[in-house]
């Protein structure tokens, strides 16, 4: 059942009390309740999403991200990398967590991101071949909004009405619970983005599946979007249709303030994690809860850090600074955060089928939200992008070669650069301008060199902590960033675009060379928001590593992490389908240690 208040709820002790009631917490709150015999808590900082119909909006993300009420609200401490810029961070605090508040982009990421997990830990169990079944078990492929023919391969000329050649269906699964489909809306570019990857094949070659492993090229993006066009997060897909289980609380509205080890603990060589406390505000009272088996943090890649060192558990000069008695001495909590820097350019359109046009009239809007509503069709059944672009570097050898960087990326597979087009003018610095029509391409560096923290500010969980995600502290990706930029002009010179493409944007215009292309990427750069890496799993021997391949904190009994801090290296790609993997994973190692699998 849902309470909104601690002294509401009916038992003092679980079995597992779940941190977090985001994308992981809800895949672990409903898989181990599947097991009768197991009690289970999760306990969500944030408000219900059915309080926020506007989150099942795809159209409307950029908007419900911004929205304080179901936000963490933070911001990063100043970037050197962006010029002293100080960004924000939005971080989702509300049932479903950053999976209600997402862009709603479905990628898997590559073969080698995975098998890196795998040799880094150790743990054959990470590789994108053990992991393929938990990717395929969180998943349920639907036909995009009103788009509902089966997919039918073709090639050559793009018909958006009869070619569906978009997808691979061998590599997906129909009946698992979060909803994922193409595009439900063509847009005004689709055809001429398809076509650009039988201009230029050598620079752009079409990939028919992204998801299967083998990103790289262009194709068409998968969102976690259902058949009426509207979002599915962990709370709609997973946690809805499981609440009224018995065994099963979550409470809402409700902050856990810190872990704390059983008294006994230090009879035993490692502390033992059995109890959280909680509080509904900073001065609020102070309640708290107990786990018979295991707690585990779902609290995501920035407040999970924030836990474990308010917690006693960090590296030991970190918790003196705010008189935390250490319990548990782990340099890596915070220390390895990991981010994509992401930039938006612009160029003006010979046309008026953008969504500017839209955008700047609200008689149209109002019919767009009312197709939405009424029959699950329109501009608003997904985010404003239809494909995707996953390239590597050019030059490569040139720039990973003797006396050049090391390559960041997993491997082969693995792209370094993301190109996104938008279907009319996308910025997270800039307003819509007054008049024009625009393509945006949004381009990130998805295998970055730079990590930045989190740290606290101050022994205050209501405090918020340091985020420091180190945007283009590294050269490294100062050069794949810019390289974005040359590689986008690249796309746009295809024959395709010749009656399109009007002019640069006057910034993106004035990017020329080298060292101007560097400036307009530390002014323009911000986030796409993929914090991972704060807690992540490692070897054993691996000292930085907070987890171990099992996901417990080393040093702690009873204590696990499952969420997007416990990658070792930040995902190549949007990284919530793989967060949902982990945490299908991860449901089913602690069902195993509990001698229920
Ligand atoms: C604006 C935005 C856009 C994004 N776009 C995409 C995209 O298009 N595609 C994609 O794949 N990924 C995207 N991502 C990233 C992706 O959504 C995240 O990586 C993923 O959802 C993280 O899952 P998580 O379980 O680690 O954390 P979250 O889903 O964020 O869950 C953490 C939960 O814990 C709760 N919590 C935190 N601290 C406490 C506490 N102390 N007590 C109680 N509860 C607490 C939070 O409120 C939250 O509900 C985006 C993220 C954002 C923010």
């Known amino acids: 059942a849902l309470y909104s208040d601690p002294a509401q709820l009916p038992q003092k002790e679980y079995d597992f009390v779940i941190v977090g009631g985001g994308t992981a917490g809800n895949v672990l709150a409903v898989r181990l309740s599947e097991v009768s015999s197991f009690s289970v808590l999760v306990i969500e900082a944030g408000p219900s999403n059915t309080e926020y119909p506007e989150i099942a909006i795809p159209f409307e993300f950029s908007s419900v991200l911004a929205n304080p009420n179901i936000s963490w609200n933070y911001y990063t401490t100043p970037q050197i990398g962006l010029n002293n810029r100080s960004i924000s961070y939005p971080r989702g605090k509300v049932l479903g967590g950053s999976s209600s508040i997402n862009a709603m982009i479905w990628t898997r990421t590559s073969v080698d991101d995975w098998d ?45 009405a009869t070619d569906y050649g978009r997808l691979n269906p061998a590599v997906h699964n129909t009946t698992g619970p979060v909803n994922v489909s193409l595009a439900g809306y063509p847009g005004d570019i689709t055809s001429r983005v398809f076509q650009t990857s039988f201009e230029l094949p050598e620079l752009f070659p079409y990939v028919l599946d992204a998801n299967a492993g083998y990103p790289l090229g262009v194709g068409f993006a998968q969102y976690s979007i259902n058949s009426l066009g509207r979002r599915s997060s962990s709370a709609t897909a997973y946690l809805e249709p499981a609440i009224n289980r018995s065994n099963l609380d979550v409470l809402i509205t409700t902050q856990v303030t810190r872990l704390i080890a059983a008294v006994d603990s230090a009879i035993t060589s490692l502390p033992t994690f059995t109890t959280v406390e909680i509080a509904q505000s900073a001065n609020g009272t102070r309640y708290t809860v107990s786990a018979n088996k295991e707690i585990i943090l779902s609290a995501g890649s920035i407040n999970t850090p924030q836990l474990l060192l308010l917690s006693g558990i960090g590296a030991p000069s970190a918790l003196a600074a705010h008189d935390i008695t250490l319990l548990v001495n782990s340099s890596g909590v915070g220390a390895g955060l990991q981010d994509h820097p992401s930039l938006e350019s612009q160029w003006y359109v010979n046309s008026t089928g953008t969504f500017d046009t839209v955008l700047r009239n609200a008689t149209l809007q109002a019919e767009a939200l009312s197709l939405w509503e009424s029959e699950g069709r329109g501009l608003y059944v997904e985010p404003g992008d239809v494909q995707v672009v996953w390239k590597r ?95 986008s002009r690249q796309f746009l010179s295809a024959p395709t675009w010749d009656d399109y493409i009007l002019r640069e944007a006057p910034d993106l215009a004035a990017a020329q060379s080298e060292a101007e292309l560097e400036a307009y990427a530390r002014n323009g750069a ?14 054993p021997d691996d000292e930085l590593a907070v987890l171990t391949s099992d996901l417990r904190v080393k040093g702690a009994q009873g204590l696990r992490v499952v969420d997007a801090s416990i990658f070792p290296y930040v995902p190549a790609g949007h990284p919530q389908a793989c967060v949902y993997a982990v945490a299908e994973r991860a449901a089913d190692l602690i069902k195993e240690a509990w001698g229920v699998l």
Do not use: C, K
Request: without cysteine.
């Open 116 to 160: 890196r997990y795998a040799a880094v830990t150790g743990d054959p169990g990470w590789s994108w071949n053990a992991m393929f079944p938990y990717m395929l078990r969180t998943e349920g492929l639907v036909p995009p909004a009103s788009d509902p023919t089966p997919a039918n391969p073709g090639s050559g000329e793009f018909n958006f």
């Open 393 to 487: 570097l050019e030059n490569e050898n040139v720039v990973f070669g003797p006396g050049g960087y090391l390559d960041p990326a997993a491997g082969p597979s693995s792209p370094h650069i993301e190109m996104l087009p938008n279907d009319g003018f996308v910025s997270i610095i800039e307003s819509l301008p007054d008049t024009g029509n625009f393509l945006t391409m949004v381009t990130s560096v998805v295998s970055p060199a730079s990590r930045g923290s989190v740290t606290l500010a101050s022994a205050d969980p209501f405090d918020a902590p340091l985020i420091d995600p180190g945007l283009l502290s590294d050269p490294f990706d100062v050069l794949a960033a810019v390289q974005s930029v040359n590689q």
């Open 526 to 539: 911000s986030t796409i928001w993929h914090p991972t890496a704060t807690a992540r799993m490692g070897a």
